[in-house]
Structure formats: C-alpha cells, structure tokens
C-alpha cells in the first residue's frame, strides 16, 4: 500500500514531491549545505550535493514531502528507513533529514507540519523510532526539534586534522 498524505494547514498544503519538483529541490539542497558549511570544516568544496534526490522521490523505503503555498514550493523534509544497530530495541528506525524551510516562511511551524507527515508515514510503516542528526553548534535547529519533541542522544566526535 502506498502512503498518500496531504496536510492542508494555513494555505499550505504538504504532499508528497515528485520529480516535477527536482529544480527546486536541488535549490533548497544547496541552502542545506550553505546553511551547514559554518558547521563542518570536513565539507568538500563546491559543487557538492547531500542527497540522492531522484532515488529518494522514487524510493518505496523513503518519503519525500514539500510543503506548498499556492503554487509554490516553501519546504522540504524526508523519512527514509533504515536498519538499526543489532544491539537496540528496534530493527529499523525512520531517519529524517533534508530539512528545509525557504527564507521567507521560517518561524510560521511549517517544519512542524513536516515532520508530522513524516512521523505519519513512518509510524504507518510500524516504525517507533524516529531519529535525524543535527550539529551540535546549530542551537536554532536543536531547540526547534527539541520543542517538537526529540531528545539529544549522542554526540559524535571527531579528531581534526593537524
């Protein structure tokens, strides 16, 4: 059965993306990355891209969702599954990521209604475990999705390069 989910709230609409909506997609792609750079010193140079776009649209395992206003596309965010670690309570868990809200909608709860669709989707699919990865210095997104819910779990550490 394939999920289908279309959220009406405040004149926008979260469905499911499709490759119609690639361009854009890859722009807000690339405001990810410009977003994170200050966070990552190991980030290649540019042009770079995060994410398989196209697969993850295509995929039975993921869900792609942008929120739209009118016609336009102000957001996106996906849920992919993945298999978890042997020793955990779970076998898969929902991991999100490509979040993004375009500049001009920030603040309005739109990431919320994302998210919402995304954790629809997983839950339909059995998954309890809901997780994403966020940089620890990027206070703003942390306190977001701490005030949606999650909870910070691991810090990842690295050694930098001498």
């Known amino acids: 059965m394939e999920f289908q989910s279309t959220r009406m709230t405040h004149n926008i609409a979260i469905r499911q993306a499709t490759l119609d909506d690639l361009p854009i997609l890859l722009e807000f792609e690339q405001g990810i990355i410009d977003a994170e750079r200050p966070f990552d010193p ?26 739209v206003r009118d016609t336009q596309v102000i957001a996106s965010g996906y849920a992919t599954i993945k298999k978890a670690r042997h020793y955990l309570d779970h076998k898969e ?4 990521g490509f979040m993004f809200t375009h500049r001009d909608f920030r603040g309005q709860g739109i990431n919320t209604q994302i998210i919402d669709t995304l954790k629809e989707w997983a839950m339909a699919r059995g998954l309890t475990e809901i997780r994403l990865t966020v940089y620890q210095e990027n206070e703003a997104a942390i306190r977001a999705y701490e005030k949606y819910g999650f909870d910070r779990h691991l810090i990842e550490m690295r050694l930098p390069r001498s």
Do not use: R
């Open 42 to 67: 190991t980030l290649g140079p540019n042009p770079l891209n995060y994410y398989d776009l196209k697969e993850l649209i295509s995929s039975k395992d993921a869900s792609v969702v942008v929120a």
């Open 93 to 96: 868990y929902a991991y999100l």
